[in-house]
């Protein structure tokens, strides 16, 4: 992808789940959006280059066993947490020598912990927020 974040392309992609990993160069405040990352985040993620659109994570690194990131899914905006995102933060940090296996990614919604070995494996709180049915 030829664009203005060249240099931070970190692409990642799971089964049926394409992320895009974007390395910030701040540390975050949970609980302020800041209209900047929001709307880079947005941008990165209808880009022509992304057909179906793609998954973004802003990524902060607090040291090699810890990073930070906020979410912003395909066809939802911002979340406050996200088990593939995590996985994707996770390895484009340990890729670019920024975390070590295994790493905290530290989330609006909680705290998950990476770990790669040829396979990714996360661990974290789960929470239902919601239940519901389907009529056919």
Request: glycine share 10%.
């Amino acid at each position: 992808m030829r664009s203005r974040w060249e240099s931070h392309r970190w692409a990642t992609s799971f089964p049926s789940s394409s992320h895009f990993a974007k390395f910030a160069g701040f540390r975050f405040r949970w609980g302020i959006r800041t209209t900047s990352s929001l709307s880079e985040a947005a941008e990165i993620g209808r880009h022509h280059d992304f057909k179906y659109g793609i998954n973004v994570e802003l990524v902060t690194t607090k040291d090699k066993q810890n990073i930070e990131a906020r979410f912003f899914e395909r066809g939802v905006g911002e979340t406050q947490s996200s088990g593939t995102g995590s996985c994707a933060a996770a390895v484009a940090s340990m890729v670019a020598k920024k975390a070590e296996s295994a790493v905290c990614v530290h989330t609006p919604g909680g705290v998950q912990s990476v770990r790669w070995e040829g396979q990714v494996f996360l661990a974290g709180a789960a929470q239902l927020i919601c239940r519901g049915e389907f009529l056919s």
